[in-house]
Each structure stands twice: as C-alpha cells, then as structure tokens.
C-alpha cells in the first residue's frame, strides 16, 4: 500500500457558491477538508479560528451566497494521481437503475463498499467520482452495509442532497420518501404487520474534547410475506434511517437476520449455509419518493439477486417435502386409530368417528390445503 504523503496549506478564503448556500459552516468544512478529522474541524470552528467575513462563529451557523469563510493553516493529504478502478466496481456503476440531472440510482451488488474505508482504498462512491467527470459533486444520499445488496441513492450536486435529506427528515401525514428492505428472519414471525420502535444510543462527534451520549429513536415497520419452518420471508419499512437499523431490530426483537455476522446466531446461520446462503439476506428492494427537483413521485425497483431468490426456492422446497412427511404420517395415525377402534367397538360407531376425520387441513405456505386421508376398513365376522 503505498505510503501516504502531506502537504500544509497555509490559511485560505473560501467563498461561498450557490450549491453551499444555506450549509452549516461545520459540515461545509468537513466537505472541504476530507482528510482533517471531524474532532479537530470543530476544535477550530471553536476555537474562532474559522471565521466568516471576518466574524466568529458557531458549528450551526448556516453560510450564505457569497460569504467569505476563513480556513486557517491545516494538514491535508496529498491527492493522489487517478486511481485504477477494478472491474467489480466498473460493473456495479454500471448497474443504474434511474439517472437524471439531478439524482442518480445503482443496483448495488453484495460484497461491495459504498465508500472506502479501512479495509478497501476506493468504494462505490469514489469509483463514481473517478470514472464520470460530468458529476465531481456526487454525493451519498444514504449507506448500504457492505453485505447489503439494492437501490443506492446518489445526489449529484448538494442542492439536491439537502432537499432530499430534508424530504427524509420531515413530519408528514404522507410519507414522501420511502425505503422498502427484503429480509429473511429466523424463526417464525407471529405477526402479519408489525410496527418496531426502539432507542439506539450512538456516541455522538465531540464538540470539545469530550464526547456525548445521544440516543435517537428508530421506527420501522414490519410485513410478512411468507412463512417457513424456521425462517420468515418479511418486508421492511425504515421510517427512520439509523446505522445497521434493520438488522440491529431484528436482533432486539428476537429474529435476526439470516447470514448476519455481526448480529446474528451462529447455529442459524449454519443451517442457511446448507441451504445455499452466502451473503447477508438483506436486500434493498425498492425506493419510493417525490422528485426532489419537480415533486413527481417516483418509484425505483431492484429484483432480488439470484442467489437469494435460490434459498428462497430451496426453503419452499423444504416446506412441501415436510407437507408430504406430516400428510403420510397422519394418515398413518388415522388408520392406526380405526383398526384399533374396530376392534372394540361396532362398525356403525367407528364410521361414525372416521367420518369427521376424513378431511384434514394443513396450513403451509399461506394456503390451506386439503389432505383426504385414503383409510382400509377391515371387515369380519
């Protein structure tokens, strides 16, 4: 890995363009200074070193058009030359969904990071970058884990980030922004709809030189789709968008998610494995919302990966070949209970009994299903 290099750029005047208009100054700088640590921009904003037109100012003082903002010295990384993209992340760019001049949506793959980090030089993002130079602002609307699959939103100036992102925050009697996940849970969801509300406490960036506990409320809301013997096929619906939200309320709840290293159980995960499962069974799937720009709504689709839909086949597989096993052995059980009847009793009363047991119903796969139970009655002197 190559080592990395450093430069020490002397205070500048930052003027404020229209697609920073109305930012807050802490996260303008943070965009401008993507190599200095958060703790150390608002040890600066603090400090009074950052000023705009030549006053001090606040981590939430929103900049306007035409503000001069005063950077002071600090330490940047040298940027390196145009990196070489590899080929999954050319092909998951080319994976888009929906593109316009204003918003941008990828198919996202698993196993792909959304933006680099510790263990990955370059994600999605930066390979976004890197590749179309019509879009430098490109930015994240929201994150998928790694191992998460689906519909990645990206806004291509922050005009358009902002409006979405308050879109997202605001309280309506109908939702404008809406992200519909496909999750397979362990053991059997009991409930048809269910809505999850829980805290998540997150250490929040200091401010100072301490740090903040700050707990935030997480809603979501969960709708079965199918049932299985040790498993449930669920959609669910993220009203807030925390950290690991659904994969963390599964857990809270009791029915992690399939494949879920971090949270999940290992015995279960080895039981899906069998089964086929290689990956975190969750899938970003579709995306509804109004047009940040003209207020359309509109709606953005991802199938289910093939793999997924693989487990899916292998578990209604199980399903109809334990039908069979309980159909035999209760027909079994029903023959068994009239030859034992016949013995002590008159055939009269025995038909009398096998007549209000010869249709049986077993529930499977959201269907009920008759099962004619086919008895030999013995006849004797």
């Known amino acids: ?57 606040r981590p939430d003082y929103r900049v306007r058009l035409g503000d001069r903002v005063r950077i002071p010295p600090v330490r940047l990384k040298v940027p390196r030359a145009r990196e070489n993209v590899s080929a999954n992340l050319k092909t998951a760019i080319s994976r888009i969904i929906y593109e316009d001049e204003f918003i941008l949506a990828i198919d996202k793959p698993s196993g792909i990071a959304v933006h680099s980090g510790t263990n990955h030089a370059m994600g999605l993002i930066e390979a976004v970058r890197n590749l179309r130079e019509d879009i430098p602002d490109v930015e994240l609307v929201h994150r998928l884990d790694k191992d998460t699959s689906g519909i990645l939103l990206l806004a291509k100036d ?51 030189d301490y740090r903040k506990i700050k707990i935030r409320r997480e809603v979501s809301h969960f709708t079965t789709a199918e049932r299985f013997g040790n498993s449930s096929l669920v959609r669910i619906n993220l009203l807030t968008g925390r950290t690991h939200q659904a994969r963390r309320q599964a857990v809270q709840i009791g029915h992690p998610i399939a494949g879920d290293r971090k949270f999940g159980t290992r015995e279960f995960n080895g039981q899906m494995r069998k089964l086929g499962l290689k990956r975190l069974f969750l899938h970003a799937g579709t995306i509804k919302m109004e ?25 209604r597989q199980k ?19 009239i030859f034992q009847t016949v013995e002590k ?30 008895v030999r009655i013995f006849f004797w002197n």
């Open 1 to 57: 890995m190559p080592r990395t290099e450093w430069q020490h750029q002397t205070v500048t005047i930052h003027t404020v363009d229209q697609g920073s208009d109305d930012r807050r100054i802490d996260n303008l700088l943070i965009g401008l200074l993507k190599s200095v640590p958060k703790s150390h921009v608002y040890r600066l904003i603090r400090s009074g070193q950052v000023r705009v037109n030549s006053r001090r100012i």
């Open 158 to 208: 922050k005009k358009t980030l902002r409006k979405i992102h308050s879109m997202w925050n605001q309280e309506s009697n109908r939702p404008v922004l809406t992200k519909i996940y496909v999750a397979l849970l362990q053991g059997q969801w009991r409930w048809n709809t269910k809505l999850v509300e829980t805290d998540f406490t997150k250490m929040k960036i200091p401010t100072v």
């Open 291 to 315: 047009h940040p720009a003209n207020g359309r709504q509109i709606k953005l689709d991802s199938p289910l990966p093939r793999g997924l839909g693989q487990v899916l086949d292998q578990l």
């Open 319 to 337: 399903e109809i070949n334990l039908w069979i096993v309980q159909k035999i052995r209760i027909e079994w059980s029903v023959n068994r209970l």
């Open 345 to 374: 009793e008159s055939y009269s009363a025995c038909w009398c009994k096998v007549a209000n047991c010869r249709h049986l119903w077993f529930d499977t796969m959201k269907k009920r299903m008759p099962i004619s139970i086919n």
